[in-house]
């Protein structure tokens, strides 16, 4: 029996998707909360909570941005210039968010001011072009063919927009929940008051998000069962898994907070994020480019695929097996004197 080789592709770029938003999302998440720091000596320690492992979260949007081009050519060439100025956006800010990382503990007093500026920016502005590229895919992009036949705007709208909106509050409950994993003291007190603040703004907007979703394209209210005036209730007994999970991480969430156990939190937030994908994936699979390009009439020759896929096996295990050891290794709470060099 052979490998069906584009649907393995697809749940590789799949992963790789959902891994970056899971770990890079606190990092992100913990720059909008820069400037909510009570002095630079708890935002030295936010920095350094992240130090041992940043860059290396972002090595899943390499692999999911190098991915989608070498596996399916085809919806990436559609999904760029659909997309060109909210990714370069982005690209920027993690550019600029990288740099202040770097620079900031250089700085002297007006300096470091600056880079702290350029971190919380930067995070602030990576997170809503992921957020507009994020709501633009969601409404669907315009195809001749296989190719891009749209305008250079149409990702800017009230829902793309609202997405995110959504998606800063998420990330900032990703930042808050970490944080109250791995720090201590009166920061840690302080991270569970963001986290509060966090959830209930993305629950509040989690649902409103969910709502509108139904709305913007009829195929994805069609999935849900959902006729304009109703929903078909075979299918939403079958897809309540879904939203329950999502609430049942918004509860986890609650309960760690308010018994301030330290990871718990962050689970529940973890699963929040996992019930919001896996209805996104509901909604548009097997759509690559919602809503009229599959992922198997994207994808690049089976034997490409297959050579591809030869260095993706050695390739991912390794990238695992890194995250896990250097998430091991620097374990436990990070405190006033952990420096970063």
Request: aromatic residues 12%; glycine residues 14%.
């Amino acid at each position: 029996m052979s490998l069906d080789l584009p649907l393995v592709w697809a749940g590789i770029i799949a992963v790789a998707v959902l891994m970056y938003v899971l770990l890079d999302g606190f990092d992100l998440g913990i720059g909008i909360l820069f400037p909510f720091a009570a002095s630079p000596a708890e935002r030295d320690v936010m920095m350094d909570s992240i130090a041992p492992v940043w860059d290396g979260n972002e090595t899943w949007l390499v692999l999911g941005g190098g991915g989608l081009l070498a596996a399916f050519p085809f919806a990436y060439a559609a999904l760029m210039p659909a997309m060109y100025l909210p990714i370069i956006l982005m690209l920027l800010a993690l550019i600029l968010r990288g740099v202040a990382f770097e620079f900031r503990h250089h700085g002297r007093v007006r300096g470091k001011a600056f880079w702290t500026a350029a971190f919380a920016g930067g995070s602030v502005a990576a997170t809503l072009a992921q957020g507009l590229v994020l709501g633009g895919f969601i409404q669907g992009v315009k195809l001749n063919g296989k190719g891009f036949a749209g305008g250079p705007f149409d990702w800017l709208t009230p829902y793309s927009l609202l997405v995110a909106v959504g998606l800063l509050a998420g990330y900032a409950l990703l930042g808050a929940t970490y944080l109250i994993w791995r720090t201590e003291g009166d920061l840690q007190v302080r991270a569970r008051r963001w986290g509060w603040i966090a959830a209930g703004a993305t629950a509040a907007l989690l649902a409103v998000v969910s709502v509108a979703t139904l709305f913007v394209h009829p195929r994805i209210a069609v999935r849900w069962g959902f006729d304009g005036a109703g929903f078909d209730l075979a299918t939403l007994l079958l897809l309540l898994p879904i939203p329950l999970l999502g609430l049942a991480g918004l509860g986890i969430v609650v309960w760690g907070l308010r018994q301030a156990h330290h990871a718990t939190s962050l689970i529940g937030a973890y699963l929040v994020f996992l019930s919001g994908y896996i209805g996104l994936a509901v909604g548009f699979f097997p759509n690559i480019v919602p809503y009229d390009l599959d992922f198997r009439a994207a994808a690049n020759a089976d034997n490409a695929l297959a050579l591809m896929l030869v260095g993706v096996v050695i390739l991912l295990p390794a990238i695992l097996g890194y995250t896990v050891w250097v998430y091991w290794l620097f374990r436990g709470k990070v405190g006033g004197d952990a420096g970063y060099h």
